[in-house]
Each structure stands twice: as C-alpha cells, then as structure tokens.
C-alpha cells in the first residue's frame, strides 16, 4: 500500500452517510505508518455533529472531494473536525528574565524550537471600548537557533517570567492539498461562543494548498466562527492557493452592556511565527453584511501577496515585519497595532481609512509605515470612522485620548513614508476631506489630564500623492496637532 483512502475504512463517500468515523480510522492508521492520504475525487463526504476529530500527521491529498460540515446540532462547537498537531510535547524550562530585542539566549535546542514566555503579574491589551477587558498575560512567542540565537524579535521587557515553555520545530513541510468544503451553519443564539468546526493547526512548518471553503444556510441568528483554518503556536504556516468565505455579521450585546458586532472569520492565526497568506481569494470583499475574513493575535512576522480579501487584521498585535503586496482588501480593510515595519506595496483599497490602527487597543505602532504603489478608493458610506470624524476620511487613522491604560506606552509609527499613492475618491462628496491623519485626540495639544500620552510621527515624507478630484491633501483637521511632526512632500 502506497497510500490510505477513507474507502480502505468503510467511508461512502454518497454526501449523506456520516464519514467522519471513517476518516478518523484512515487518518490514524496512516499516521502509524507514515502513508500519505489521497482521496476519490468524485467523493462527497457528510461529516455531522458528533465531538471527533481526525488527526492529520501525514500529507494529505484531498483533491476535488468534497466535505459538508453540518454545524446543526452539534455536541461540543469547540472540537474541530481536523486536527494537525505538533510532534512534540512543550517542555518546561527555567527562564528569569528576558529584555525587549535581546538576541541571544542561554538555552540551547538540539534543533531550532519554538518558545512561549509569559508573565502573568503583568497584563498588555487591556481593551477599550464596546468590549474591555481587563488584558491579556504578558506573552512573547519566538524562534531560537541550537546556538541560543534568537530570530524573531522580543517584544516586551520581562523582569519576571512566570512560564517558559519551548518544542523543537518540525523538520520537514507538511502538506494539505485541495478539498472543497462546505459548512452548513450553525443556528445557535448570537452570543459569543466562537465555534471551531474547521481545520486547527499546531505543527510548524505546514502547508495548507488549494483548500476552498463556502458557508451556506446562515440564519437570523448564529454563534461566530474562529476560523476554518485556525494556526496556533507554530511557526513557518503557509495557506496558499485557498477561497474563503465570509460570515454574516451577528449583534449581540457586549461587555459594556451595549449591542456589539461580532467577529467571524475564516483564516485564523495566534502566536504564529512567520505566517503567509499567498494567492487566497473570496467573493464580495466589500459587502458590508460580512465581517473581514482574517484575525490574529500576538503572530510574528506577516505576509500576504497576492491577494483578494475583504480584511488583513493583526488584532492583538504583530511585531517584526507585516506585509501586504500586490493585494486587493475590501471594505474592513488593513488594520493593526504592534511594533516593528509595515510595507504596503500595490495594494487595492476601498475603505474609509487605508491603514487604521485599531483604537480599542491603543491605535499605537512602534516603527515605521511604507505605503508605495498604492491606490486608495474612499467609500464614504464604510462607517464613521469616530461620531466627531463621520464626514471625513483618513489615510492612517489613529485615535487615543491618552487617558486610558492599554498595558504599554501607545504612539503612532515613528516615521512614515508614502510613494506613488493614487486616491480615488470619485465616491465622494464635492465637501468631503481627505486627511493624511485623523485627529487623534480633541484639541490641538494633549490635555494635561492625559495619564498616558499618546506619542505622534516623527518624519513623514510624501512623494507623488495624487487625489483624483484634484484636492489637496491635508495633514489633520486640527493641523496643529502635528506641528511637530517634520512633514516633507517631495
């Protein structure tokens, strides 16, 4: 035998008859045996509510089978269908201390491993808005060499850890190809209950290639979803070559005892190390019913080309590189906070603001932003940005009033740099402005209450910005905010 089918374990394959058993069966022995799994194309396998999930080691070629995911009456929402896990158990390991951009370590792997630190005396992301929350552990994933060299940058200074965990990466690329999935969704109350009835993924150094995923039966009411592929913990994740879909918007009500959207996505990454999304596409990227299609938090180094989107969404953070080519983004658009570099590269755009950074969390970049090639569509009718900025749009938005604690000192990027920008704002009304900046905080200069400023650019320089109806580009709508800032047109 050269490699399993889910037939060699009594699948039908008919779209009717429960397969998952049988999957799981072919999977399992596959993995004892080191065979890869290829499918029947032809195939359409039912996979219903029971709590099971099948366990992928090998490579798995899925071809043009299908899958139907039946989220109806569903025992356990949080048990995913699939799951491809690390070979290694995390192992503990003694660790006192770290300092933001160290770059060596006194532990040394047999190979090169992944490594999560916490502090859990000190929280970060302690969110603002329609859902606070009291933060998050102080956490740092990264990357280090058998030498003790460390290859993805530390972006907290820890005085105490409280957990150091590391396990070695896997040496070779798994790879997932094909498969065309379809989840019948779930009718649950609006609440939050992310649902993770997909594909979960803990082993580095994975490939996920060619996978289409659709939703269908979405009712007047649904509990979100966390993501179809959801990353975790690993390092090296490629989705490359996929569709994806987005979920209808859900409202319920939220921390602070007012209605809420949730978030339902479908590409999913937390604590990921060098992630690329590369040749993903969906449908509808500017419908407005749908929420954005992809989330992360505390990932390392980000990657997409091309693209066709309707979200690129570093929620919690991303630190090292973030960048986006020769991409088009719908209408939720780019949107971070985070440290490090941020390259936009022929990216398409049609948002009210071209790079927001998330207010809940701060709006706070500590680096630099390259904007080069770019064209930016402003849709007026893509909600107001804040109640006082609903007539206006913004290519960066940022807004902190400097009187709240997010866990870290907040600031705009350090230096910006914006080239061969095109604005089409042929949307727009005659009255309608067009600022490089939103105003960050009401007045010209931050108030002396402000407990915890909010630091603005440095530099910014602007070359070949062209708007389409011939108006000017502005700074701010209170200019004097960014008397400070050196702002060169070139």
């Not at 490594?115 to 992301?125: C, G, H, P, Y």
Request: charged share 25%; glycine share 8%; aromatic share 10%.
């Amino acid at each position: 035998m050269t490699f399993v089918s889910y037939e060699d374990f009594g699948a039908i394959g008919d779209g009717i008859a429960d397969d998952q058993e049988a999957i799981i069966a072919a999977h399992e022995y596959a993995n004892t045996r080191g065979l890869p799994i290829r499918t029947k194309p032809t195939a359409e396998y039912y996979i219903g509510g029971g709590a099971l999930t099948a366990v992928i080691k090998t490579d798995t070629d899925w071809s043009t089978t299908r899958f139907v995911i039946d989220d109806r009456g569903v025992e356990d929402f949080a048990t995913p269908c699939f799951l491809v896990p690390r070979i290694s158990e995390p192992q503990e390991f003694s660790l006192e201390s770290l300092e933001k951009n160290q770059t060596k370590l006194e532990f040394y792997p047999k190979t090169t491993s992944y490594i999560l630190v916490s502090n859990s005396k000190e929280k970060k992301f302690i969110r603002y808005g329609l859902n606070p929350s009291p933060g998050e552990d102080t956490t740092d994933c990264f990357l280090v060499d058998p030498d003790g060299s460390i290859l993805s940058p530390i972006d907290w200074n820890y005085d105490h850890v409280t957990e150091a965990v590391t396990w070695p990466l896997e040496s070779e690329t798994l790879t997932i190809q094909g498969g065309i999935f379809t989840t019948i969704a779930n009718q649950a109350k609006s609440v939050y209950n992310y649902n993770s009835r997909g594909i979960d993924i803990g082993r580095s150094n994975t490939t996920i290639d060619g996978l289409s995923h659709c939703v269908i039966a979405e009712g007047s009411t649904g509990s979100p979803y966390r993501g179809f592929l959801s990353a975790e913990k690993c390092a090296n994740i490629r989705f490359q070559n996929c569709f994806s879909t987005g979920h209808k918007i859900y409202t319920t009500i939220g921390r602070a005892n007012l209605p809420v959207k949730m978030g339902s996505y479908d590409l999913h990454a937390n604590q990921v190390i060098n992630l690329t999304l590369e040749n993903c596409r969906m449908n509808h990227i500017d419908d407005k019913t749908r929420w954005g299609v992809f989330a992360s938090n505390f990932c390392k180094n980000i990657r997409v080309e091309n693209c066709h989107l309707s979200r690129i969404d570093a929620h919690m953070g991303v630190s090292g590189t973030y960048i986006i080519r020769n991409t088009q983004l719908g209408h939720q658009g780019i949107n971070a906070i985070g440290k490090g570099s941020i390259l936009l590269e022929n990216v398409r755009l049609k948002s009210r603001s071209f790079l927001r950074f998330r207010e809940d969390y701060g709006s706070t970049w500590e680096g630099r932003v390259i904007i080069r090639g770019c064209t930016w569509i402003v849709d007026p009718e893509d909600g107001p940005a804040t109640p006082e900025m609903e007539r206006e749009s913004h290519l960066i938005f940022g807004s902190n009033s400097g009187n709240h604690d997010f866990g870290y000192p907040c600031s705009m990027p350090e230096r910006v740099e914006i080239e061969d920008l095109d604005i089409d704002d042929r949307f727009c009304p005659d009255d309608w402005p067009i600022f490089l900046f939103s105003r960050p905080y009401e007045g010209a200069n931050p108030s002396p209450e402000q407990a915890y400023p909010y630091e603005l650019p440095k530099t910014v320089g602007l070359r070949n910005v062209r708007i389409g109806s011939g108006k000017f580009l502005r700074v701010c709508s209170d200019e004097r905010i960014f008397e400070s800032t050196e702002i060169h047109r070139l």
